[in-house]
Structure formats: structure tokens, C-alpha cells
């Protein structure tokens, strides 16, 4: 097939749509697709060769976070340019009724639509004031995707209709693979857990993690956190007490190796995320790569996690649950062991070998229809006007 994959976030910031998108579109391009994808990016940016840059992107406040996105005549210049040069046999939309490159290419576009709905979240200025731009346009939309029944239900209460859950990929092997080192790596007496993620968001959890370090060293006063991701560290850790920021090593933002690698050496991933995930990516990248993952409990984490079946779980924003959560796990490494295993054999279900051969059966489906409906002619009664008779 010719695949035009639309990606409303910018390139230039790693994210979780970003990095679905990348990787789908790998996937497929491996498996012999011709595979093109239009996303905002800055004109020094090193793009792969299958993206083009739609232009800069402005940042936004989005879901409790930054999103950085492109709209406007100009980018409705070049979403044009493309689909007129790809002629593509079905496009995906990410994100289509967040205001970005994703709605203008939805209100250009003639043919076999795809989206994907990623956010998770029941009230939305931001979508309550794109709807009306949008709404005459989603009709378009053939196939309905979303990453999880959050994002599932995000669709039925904003959008309207229903989509198919099919969940974010994750290349297993990758982090199955990923080599352990030795600074990351802890003892019985001095184990290391991790945290992945921007750390000026609030939702992402590390103020709550930080609460909760005091009473877990306390009980292990050698614990050693390592801190992954973006971010000014003195702004984040103004008023820690002295202990907390003395046990937490800063490595910055980290390169897709390092960060699986990272999950591979680590005692314990910890997610203590407060809201606004509808899946969990890094959940399963962290199960994938053996560790053993504590998370906050909520619902699209439970849902990766089998229940807490494939890694332990704490009650949302409560740093005392996750510090006593947390000490019960780092002293027993039979019940780590345990957890670690089940998930990474959970983690087999969120492949991309299994993940994109469901995107390619809507993909599939979408054009099959299309085809079918330009070739039938229009109303119930057609088998009649083609003199089948009954």
C-alpha cells in the first residue's frame, strides 16, 4: 500500500504519539509499504526520510502538559502539497480533532481515512472548541482507532460513534535485548529504581515520588533513584530535604538505547503518574526490558498491568502507599522476579509484529469499503436497479 501517516506533534520533542508514529511507520516500511509521514518540525531538524516537515510548531498547553503543534493557511499549504504528491491508497490521521496539521489534512483529504485517538480525557476545552470546526469533516473518517477504552471513551463522549481499541505498539525485542550497565545496576544493599519522564510536569508524578523518598529511605538509606528525561533538575528540586536529592542521580534526556538499557539494570521502574494517560507506553517498554514496575493505579495502567497482575500498583497521589508499596518490593526480589516475568510475558500482546498487522486490517477494511461504495450504486435497493431481482 501507499500509507500517508499524519502526526500533529511536533518531531523535534520526543512523545508517545511521536514515537508511535515512527515506529508504525517503520514497521510497515520493513514490511515492504510505501510509507510517507507529515508531521511539524524545525527546518535544522534531522528527519528520517520518510518525514516530511509540515513547518514549525508553536507550543500549547494540552492535557495537563506542552504539546507542540502547527496550524494555519501556511500549513494547510503544504498538508495540500503532500497529499497531492502522495496519492496514497489510505491515510491515518493522529489526534484528528486536535487542532493541528491532523485536521487540516482531515478537511483536504478525499479517500480512505484512518484516525487514531490517543487522549484520555472527559472534559477538553481544547477539543470543545475544535469540535465545530471539525464535525463536518469526521464523516470522512472510515475506521476509528483508539490506543485504549480511555481514549475509547474519550471518543464517545467528545466525537460521538466508537472506535476499535487496538493499543500502542512496543518493540519487545529491543528492550528484551537491551544490555544491563553497570552504574545503573544495584545490590541487595544498594538498589536502584527509575524514573522516565519530563520532570516539570506535575501529572507525571515525580513530586509524589519525592514525598514518598523519605520513608523509603528510612528503611533503605542506600537506595539509589536515577532520574531520566527533561528538565531544569534545581527548579524541580527546590524544597526536596538534603536525603531525597542526595539518593537522586540526574541523567537528563537519554537516547532511545540508554533508556532501555536503563530499564534493564534498574531493581524497580516506578510510574507515579496522577492522570492523563490513556495507555502507558513506557509501562510496557519497562516490562519489556524485564523490570519489575510499580505504578500508580490508574485505570490505563491497570489495564497494561493485567490488574496488577504483571507489576504492582499504588493508590494515585498517596506517596506513604507508594513508599510502603515500594520498601515491600525492593526487600523481597523473589516477588520482583515474579512480577518482572509476568510482565514481559505480557508484554508479547503490545508487539508491533501483533499491534500493526490489527492497523493493517482497518487499513484494509477502510479500502475495501471505499471501493465497494464507488462501485455499488446508492440505496437499499440496489440488487434491484442491477436487475438481480429478488
Known amino acids: 500500500m501507499r500509507i500517508g501517516i499524519v502526526c500533529p506533534y511536533s518531531f523535534d520533542v520526543p512523545g508517545g504519539v511521536q514515537f508511535h508514529v515512527r515506529d508504525l511507520a517503520e514497521h510497515l516500511i520493513g514490511q515492504g509499504h510505501e510509507v510517507s509521514v ?3 518540525a524545525e527546518s535544522d531538524t534531522e528527519l ?9 510548531a508553536t507550543a500549547v498547553r494540552y492535557n495537563g502538559s506542552v504539546a507542540r503543534l502547527n496550524f494555519g ?3 494547510a499549504s503544504k498538508v495540500n502539497k503532500w497529499l497531492d504528491t502522495g496519492d496514497f491508497d489510505v491515510l491515518h490521521l493522529h489526534e484528528p480533532v486536535t487542532p493541528s496539521i491532523s485536521v487540516l489534512a482531515l478537511m483536504a483529504a478525499d479517500g480512505p481515512i484512518v484516525a487514531t485517538f490517543h487522549t484520555s480525557m472527559l472534559r477538553s476545552r481544547t477539543m470543545q472548541a475544535a469540535y465545530p470546526i471539525v464535525r463536518p469533516s469526521l464523516e470522512k473518517i472510515a ?3 483508539a490506543v485504549s477504552e480511555d481514549a475509547r471513551r474519550t471518543v464517545t463522549t467528545h466525537v460521538g460513534g466508537d472506535a476499535v481499541v487496538i493499543p500502542n505498539g512496543v518493540y519487545v525485542d529491543r528492550f528484551a535485548d537491551a544490555p544491563r550497565k553497570a552504574p545503573w545496576v544495584g545490590t541487595p544493599a544498594s538498589p536502584t529504581i527509575a524514573f522516565l519522564g519530563r520532570m516539570g510536569e506535575p501529572r507525571k508524578g515525580l513530586p509524589v515520588l519525592a514525598a514518598a523518598l523519605p ?4 528503611e533503605i538509606p542506600r537506595l539509589r533513584v536515577l532520574v531520566a528525561g527533561p528538565g531544569d533538575v534545581d527548579e524541580v528540586t527546590d524544597g526536596w530535604p538534603p536525603e531525597v536529592r542526595a539518593a537522586c542521580h540526574f541523567l537528563g534526556a537519554v537516547s532511545d538505547d540508554d533508556k532501555a538499557s536503563l530499564l534493564a539494570s534498574v531493581d524497580a521502574y516506578i510510574a507515579p503518574n496522577t492522570g492523563g494517560e ?3 507506553i513506557i509501562l510496557i517498554e519497562a516490562m519489556s526490558a524485564g523490570a519489575c514496575v510499580l505504578a500508580s493505579d490508574l485505570p490505563a495502567f491497570s489495564r497494561v498491568l493485567d490488574g496488577g497482575a504483571a507489576g504492582a500498583m499504588f493508590a494515585n497521589e498517596q506517596p506513604a502507599e507508594l513508599a510502603r508499596v515500594l520498601v515491600d518490593l525492593l526487600r523481597n526480589p523473589e516477588r520482583r522476579a515474579e512480577l518482572a516475568a509476568a510482565g514481559q510475558h505480557r508484554a508479547r500482546l503490545f508487539d508491533w509484529s501483533v499491534v500493526a498487522d490489527e492497523i493493517l486490517a482497518v487499513y484494509e477494511t477502510v479500502i475495501e469499503g471505499r471501493a465497494a461504495a464507488q462501485w455499488e450504486p446508492q440505496g ?3 440488487r434491484f436497479l442491477r436487475g438481480g431481482g429478488r
Open 38 to 40: 507529515l508531521a511539524p
Open 48 to 56: 528520517p526520510d520518510y518525514v516530511t516537515s509540515a513547518g514549525r
Open 73 to 75: 493557511p501556511v500549513s
Open 143 to 145: 475506521g476509528r482507532i
Open 215 to 218: 520513608g523509603v529511605l528510612r
Open 278 to 280: 490513556s495507555f502507558g
Open 380 to 382: 437499499r435497493w440496489n
